[in-house]
């Protein structure tokens, strides 16, 4: 092991900007689908040297159409049959809600939110978070579930012709998240990750004024519901999120991941927002790591997390460092072992 953790408190003076120190790395090891099964132990062998300031855990989430779980119903589909049924997101899943006319009884078929041994696992690894700050991790808040119950073609379309209905079903969605938030803080959790692709690479996946109307109440309820448990909101948002930045912030999200790279302006980002939030920044996953020799990465990082101090860190604290993204298949383990000891090492430079 290079070093040891972080202490919670200095993790927690990083997040609230109340005093500067060493930068805390969490979602450093984020691994992508396919890294585990390419590498195996060889993979945990290199994660093993590089700890995490922040422990994460996360509850079994309901499955899409078929329950992973003894009870059937823990899922988010409501048909018992989806065969043949409109595929979206590169034909991965399907359309679980493909006429409007069965939202009654997609709703009367909603996933428990308190699905007993859900959070077991949760329960059964607390031992090894020691005295780090907790982090629960909770994927697709609002956009992001919606877009997975209706598909994003007949999302976009719902923006227009169906607010209402969306409203409805983005309701109940904020009421099962905030179950999620209850059961992270009746275990003692100091924060709730969530992840909403807001983004694309040059703008939003909606207009300022849909988010407004729709998904904005929802995000001001959940926060104030974290805050009310004395947690912070941490939020993941792939794309360029420039112009919502405001919003999320006026909302109560406290920490943003990750200022995505080639999207989002890492120095104008940092002076205009920095003094209102706090940046949990990644590392490039989409072009340095796959594609540079071990030489490559390590200049590359050492430079990106200078970079990333330079602009971003304040003398009171805000910035926090991870990987962009999830690191994926084609990376070379070589390139992951120097992006974690570059991240580990450097990251105490403060300017």
């Known amino acids: 092991m290079v070093r040891e953790p972080l202490s919670k408190a200095a993790v927690v003076n990083t997040i609230e900007r109340k005093g500067g120190g060493p930068v805390p790395l969490v979602l450093h ?33 309901p499955a899409m159409t078929v329950s992973g779980t003894a009870n059937p ?26 006429e409007w006319d069965e939202l009654d009884w997609f709703l009367a078929d909603f996933p428990n939110p308190r ?67 209850d059961q992270f803080a009746e275990l003692g959790f100091d924060a709730f990750f969530s992840s909403d692709d807001l983004g694309h690479q040059a703008g939003l996946m909606m207009s300022p004024e849909v988010f407004q109307e729709l998904y904005y109440p929802l995000y001001e309820e959940l926060a104030a519901h974290i805050h009310g448990q004395g947690m912070h909101f ?4 792939c794309g360029d999120n420039t112009a919502l930045m405001d919003e999320l912030i006026r909302a109560g999200v406290d920490v943003f991941h990750p200022v995505q790279k080639g999207c989002m302006d890492e120095r104008a980002t940092a002076a205009r927002f920095g003094e209102r939030i706090s940046f949990l920044a990644g590392v490039d996953v989409q072009h340095l790591l796959p594609e540079g020799t071990v030489a490559e990465v390590r200049a590359g990082v ?15 604290g805000g910035l926090l460092l991870a990987a962009g993204n999830g690191i994926m298949p084609d990376t ?20």
């Open 302 to 316: 050492r430079a990106g997390v200078r970079e990333l101090i330079d602009h971003m860190a304040r003398p009171d």
């Open 115 to 181: 699905e007993p041994g859900s959070f077991d696992k949760v329960r059964a690894s607390l031992p090894a978070a020691g005295g780090r700050y907790k982090l629960g991790m909770w994927w697709h808040l609002f956009h992001e579930r919606l877009w997975m119950i209706r598909g994003m073609e007949n999302l976009m379309v719902d923006y227009f012709e169906e607010m209402e209905r969306l409203k409805i079903l983005g309701r109940r969605i904020l009421e099962f998240n905030k179950a999620m938030v």
């Open 29 to 61: 090891k984020w691994w992508g689908n396919g890294l585990r099964e390419k590498y195996g132990a060889a993979l945990d062998r290199v994660a093993a040297n590089y700890p995490d300031d922040i422990f994460l855990s996360h509850p079994v989430a």
């Open 73 to 98: 119903n823990y899922r988010w589909g409501h048909r018992s049959d989806y065969r043949g049924a409109e595929s979206h997101s590169i034909g991965e899943n399907v359309v679980l809600l493909p």
């Open 234 to 237: 941490f939020l993941h948002s």
């Open 332 to 351: 070379p383990l070589e390139n992951i072992d120097a992006m974690l000891d570059e991240m580990a090492l450097y990251r105490a430079v403060r300017r």
